[in-house]
């Protein structure tokens, strides 16, 4: 795979920032959007745009079409077995909410437990704290080895007949782990437990498939992939989601409505309250085309390779402090420079082109236990080269002799 | 370049070697305030009485920025009343906003004009400001 030819395929990062070409180390807060999904969202409103599962017109069995084939592409993207288990939600965070809000509620009962860990976004958090100040639940951690991995015997130990959901992060996007959620699976099913998978940071860049992982539930983002942003995923074993109420109601949605009582369609459109996000699928379709025209798997080696060679350029640099484990996989690297806030190591990037995030990138318990109040995250994919890299070296040796 | 406007010298030396930084041994009024899109966290002391700012500290963590503002902010409110301190905030606020004002009280604050050329760090600037404006609203 030749990442300065895809990169050619991503308009925006062809222009100057400060008078520097930009290279852009942003992506996991959110990716940047090929042509071939540009495209198809411009050529879905010029050509398409209508509403879905309701209009006898032509147009309307287009969008109908095109929204439904995104459906399909997705299913057949992470390993799913039927379209039904796939609802389309705004994002990670609507998913999981969901999951908290419509199952959470029907099996949890006063001192049943929820484990997670405590490197979780806070999307994949605070529903679970919501949920068990509700229902009485006690929320669990699996504590972290000092590397940032996750100890099996941890999650043994953690997971018990009490436990009812055991939500995790595939890859944290700030540790830039990969979580052994296959294995946290099993130990959550022997328990009777389902197996929340937060897919956010992994989906993007690794092959998934949810049935070998064997979760039951499993969330992800668009606009992490190529896709638009307001377009997410949910992912549900069948009979789980049919056994959950929704939790919108109104158009879209209904089977029957009487004055007094209604009836709801079948999945995954019960979970679908309202004009959908047509546009944002459309897209998400086609962002898939274009990553599996690609291959994960290339892209997953890329980002390896690259994360190596990152890893190793910024181990270079004195006083740069580098958190996680030394072997990566994923292109995620979380660092601190000397004392310089990271808000300043990125605003003195950003004056070289160079765009990375500074902050605590939505986990404050987990800045807590790393004992760093804010980082500096740079995020890879695969339009970038090593002479991103490169470029992001130079400017953090310049950061620091320019607070030096 | 643009970066020396916003990292001038008198920055640095405020972020390196803060002023009033630190917290009374006693029971004044304490305002926590934080920047929950960037975890930048003010702890401002405030010594009121009789409608002046007698002394001021503060602690916590944050960028160059946040807390050379708050060393600044802590020197130039030292000895004002309550309507001085209130307006050198507004005043601060219009500098943020780009526009041209001047503290003959405290120059040192105009160092912080090259902020208004980055609106990400604006927040930056101002967090230890709304602390100073939330503890005299508080004691009014």
Redesign the interface.
Known sequence: MNAALIKEQFPILHQEI?GHPLVYLDSAATSQKPRAVLDAVQRYYEWDNSNVHRGVHTLGSRATDAYEGAREKVAQFIGAERTQEIIFTRGTTTSLNLVASAYGPAVLEEGDEIVITPMEHHSNLIPWQQLARRTGATLKYIPLQPDGNIALEDAEKMITDRTKIVAIAYVSNVLGVVNPVKSIAEIAHRHGAVMVVDGAQSTPHMKVDVRELDCDFYAFSGHKMCAPTGIGVLYGKKHLLESMEPIEFGGEMIDDVGLYESTWKELPWKFEGGTPIIAGAIGLGAAIDFLQEIGLDAIHQHETKLAKYATAKLSEIEGLTLYGPREREVGLLTFNLQD?????VA??LD?SGVAIR???HCC?PL?RWLKA??TARASLYLYNTEQDIDRLAEALVQTKE??G | MQLDDLYRRVIMDHYKNPRNRGKFDDDSLTVDLNNPTCGDRISLQLKLEDGVVKDARFSGEGCSISMSSASMMTEAVKGRTYAEAMELANRFSCLMQGKAVEFDEYEELEALSGVNKFPARIKCATLAWNALKKGIHEEE
Do not use: E, L, R
């Open positions: 400060n310089i806030h990271p808000h300043d605003t003195v004056a500074a902050g605590h404050q800045m109040s804010a320019y607070f």
